[in-house]
């Protein structure tokens, strides 16, 4: 793992939070953005130190992300990572979901990893760095109930793209993932019993991740193993967008 300052979005609760332990771990420097000031209190509890710094901000709110970015370098030194774990999860089916549901879903998981994009890569030094975006199997494929979660998340990997062509000759790799269901408090609040059910029958693996697992790819992609993977998004599904037919039983 390389060195340096890293700013997680959504970092007190999830797989933001699995990714600022792991990252922590490895001796990096974290200022987390959360808008959970509950969440936030639990996990700087366990967290706060020298290292590692949560401020609650709204990534919709680009003064907000402004403002937290300046006092993060200020405090914790030129930003070399970033990872956009910010997010809400609806499933809502098609004729249901109300275009206020739906612009709310756009402007938090993408129109916010937008700003805090922009935001970082203004802020990043002539050494450049690594961003990873969260986007989703759902973003991928067309999962019924995800009209404007799936939206987002396809627009996140189009974003991935663009920006990866936009800032590689400035030193900044764009990569992401893509996590099939994962066991967080946004899916505990999401999946009753009958669709953890269905989710399973349809990956090979036959279970739900953990934060941890996810966390783990996140960190190659910050990481300099990956020095030329850029561009990319990586599932990380348990095998759910290789598989095709399954047996009933899985
Ligand atoms: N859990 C899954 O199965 C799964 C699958 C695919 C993708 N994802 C994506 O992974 C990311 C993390 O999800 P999670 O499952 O860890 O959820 P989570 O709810 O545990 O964590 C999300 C965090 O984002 C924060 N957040 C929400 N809106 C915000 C805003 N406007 N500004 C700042 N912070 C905000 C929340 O306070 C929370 O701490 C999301 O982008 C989600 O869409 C999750």
């Not at 109300?98 to 129109?111: C, G, P």
Request: with cysteine; charged share 20%.
């Amino acid at each position: 793992m390389s060195a340096g300052h890293v700013i997680v979005t959504g970092g007190a609760s999830g797989i933001g939070l699995a990714t600022v332990r792991r990252l922590l771990a490895a001796g990096r420097v974290v200022s987390v953005l959360d808008a959970n000031a509950e969440a936030i209190a639990t996990a700087a509890g366990e967290l706060t130190g020298e290292r590692c710094r949560f401020t609650r901000a709204d990534v919709r709110d680009e003064a907000e992300v402004g403002d937290a970015l300046d006092d993060a370098v200020a405090q914790q030194g030129a930003i070399v990572g970033l990872v956009n774990s910010a997010g809400i999860g609806r499933d809502v089916p098609f004729a249901e979901t109300s275009a206020t549901l739906f612009r709310e879903i756009i402007e938090i998981n993408l129109v916010g990893t937008f700003i805090v994009s922009q935001a970082v890569v203004a802020r990043m030094g002539e050494d450049g760095g690594a961003i990873v975006h969260i986007a989703s199997v759902s973003g991928l494929r067309g999962n019924v109930g995800r009209v404007g979660y799936g939206a987002s998340k396809g627009g996140i990997v189009n974003m991935t793209q663009v920006m990866a062509a936009e800032l590689g000759a400035r030193n900044i790799r764009v990569n992401g993932v893509a996590p099939g269901p994962i066991d967080t408090p946004l899916v505990k609040a999401m999946h009753d019993p009958e669709i953890r059910a269905i989710w399973q029958r349809h990956v090979p693996q036959a279970r739900y991740g953990t934060p941890e697992e996810v966390a783990e790819a996140i960190c190659f992609l910050l990481s300099d193993a990956a020095s030329y993977v850029n561009g990319h998004v990586l599932a990380v599904d348990g095998g759910f967008l290789a598989a095709g037919i399954m047996r009933q039983e899985n």
